[in-house]
């Protein structure tokens, strides 16, 4: 039996560790622009969160999410956030 390491990643709302498939990856690119990355593959500094509105109220709460990605996060951003996670929620 091989044993394969899955990659982990802690949530920055209620900060369990989970698989990181199974959390949603904000992004700050190297531009500046903070972006939803479903594939987890853009280049940049990385948050990740439980893809479920909780989570994301908690990480916004606490500021972790800004403290994760050091930089504040705008009124459009943390919109496109809620709308992001509250449809991965209901689908
Ligand atoms: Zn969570």
Redo the contacts with the bound molecule.
């Keep these: 039996m091989r044993v394969r390491k899955i990659p982990q990643r802690t949530?920055?709302?209620?900060?369990?560790v989970?698989e990181k498939r199974q959390?949603l990856r904000i992004v700050r690119t190297p531009a500046g622009e903070l972006a939803v990355d479903p594939t987890g593959k853009r280049s940049g500094r990385g948050a990740y969160?439980?893809p479920?509105p909780?989570?994301l109220e908690?990480?916004l709460k606490h500021r972790r999410l800004e403290r994760a990605l050091a930089t504040p996060l705008g009124d459009a951003v943390v919109n496109l956030l809620r709308e992001t996670l509250s449809g991965a929620a209901h689908g």
């Design positions: 949530c920055v709302g209620c900060g369990q989970r959390l969160i439980c479920v909780e989570c908690l990480a």
